[in-house]
Every structure is written in C-alpha cells, then in structure tokens.
C-alpha cells in the first residue's frame, strides 16, 4: 500500500464545476504539498500545509492531521486548470509523493 | 522568478551510453533535488545535493550517479543507461534548512532509452 493515497485518480468536470481532490496518508508528517503539473511536464507548487486551510485564488487547501486527509478544492473550474494534481508530504526530511489526480476541465 | 531550467527537454539514448542530465537554478538556493517520474508511481526522489559537493541518495539511487560542482548546478548521470531507466526527469531546488521550502521545479527531460 502507498503511503499517499490520492483519490480520484481521474477527474472530468464541466466548466464552472467545484471540484474536490483528496489525498490520505499513512505516516506521521511535518508538511503536506498540492503540486500542479502541466501537459509537457512542469510542475508548479500550489501550497505547502501543516495545519488548517489556504486559499489562494480559486484554490483552496486543507489538511486534518488526525485523520491523516488533505483537500484541493477548485472552485468555478475552468479549462485551464486541466493538469495533474500531485500531493506529497514530507515525513523526517523524507518526501512521498501521491501518484496525482489528472483533472480535465471541459468547456 | 525563480527559475529552474534543464540542458534537454527530449532525449533518446541507446543501452550502454553514458547519460548527462543538466539542471540549472538561477535562485541561489542549496537544496537541489532529481526526481524520476512513471506512470502510476508519482514521483520519486532519485538524489538530492544541500551544498555544493554534498550529495544524499533518495528512495531509488541505483543506476545513477549526481555532482554538484558549483551550486547553481546539479547534474544526473546514468553510468550506462538501461531501458528500464526510460522516464521523466524532474529537477527541483529549494532554499536551505529544511526540506519542507517550496521546491521550484524544471519543466522536465523525457529520456527515452532504446
């Protein structure tokens, strides 16, 4: 079993859709990334979280470290969002990396 | 901006030659990381350098080898590339201290070994 589970693996909204993407983890952690990945393949970082929630823009974040579970929200979802959204949390200086949630956003 | 730039983004190599993958950050930061990505088992850490000279073996170091000569640089090197080493590349850099910072990622080198 990995130790970052994120879930759905695939994702196909409509425009102007609030999407939700969940990562589950099993160990203990300092710190928990969102990424985003392009088509073509740079890789952008959303937030980095210990506690609580974050906003930026139409994202928002939020992790519960009892029960080892963070959230991407997207709202009012557009095309441009379509990319591959990769959680990864950091435990004793050693990263795990979710295998990512591919999001299509169709207009 | 930060910027974080890689010699190739495509790259077709033959079994047995020596591979050099370049990445270059503009940012001054100590932390430098390589990552292999496949499909279905996300990224994962290959090497990672915290100063210059210094290099630390991630989760999957076999088959590679790093340098860091100067600490805008960091290359990969694939002592005698296999198939099974076809993938994405990732480059990432950080600023010192803690591993947590942001890391900025390259755009990524697709090697392909035939």
């Known amino acids: 079993k990995n130790e970052v589970e994120q879930s759905p693996q695939n994702l196909t909204a409509q425009e102007g859709e609030f999407i939700t993407i969940n990562c589950s983890y099993s160990?203990?952690?300092?710190?928990l990334h969102w990424l985003q990945q392009h088509p073509g393949g740079g890789i952008v970082s959303l937030f980095m979280?210990?506690?609580g929630k974050k906003k930026h823009g139409r994202l928002i974040a939020t992790i519960n470290i009892q029960e080892k579970h963070s959230s991407l929200h997207i709202t009012a979802s557009h095309p441009r969002d379509s990319a591959v959204y990769i959680c990864?949390?950091?435990?004793?200086?050693?990263?795990?990396f979710g295998a990512g949630t591919r999001l299509t956003v169709k207009p | 901006d930060v910027k974080v730039t890689q010699s190739s983004r495509y790259l077709v190599k033959r079994t047995g030659e020596k591979v050099f993958l370049e990445c270059v950050q503009d940012m001054d930061h100590e932390n430098m990381f390589w990552y292999r990505q496949d499909p279905g088992l996300g990224l994962r850490l290959i090497y990672f350098s915290y100063d210059v000279k210094m290099k630390e073996k991630g989760d999957i170091p076999e088959g590679y080898s790093v340098s860091r000569e100067k600490k805008e640089r960091f290359s990969l090197i694939l002592e005698s590339a296999s198939t099974n080493q076809t993938s994405m590349y990732l480059c990432?850099?950080?600023?010192?201290?803690?591993?947590?910072?942001?890391?900025?990622f390259g755009p990524g080198t697709r090697l392909t070994v035939l």
């Open positions: 979280l210990s506690s």
């Open positions: 990432a850099s950080s600023f010192a201290g803690v591993i947590t910072d942001t890391q900025y």
């Open positions: 160990v203990g952690i300092s710190a």
């Open positions: 990864a949390v950091l435990n004793n200086n050693d990263m795990r």
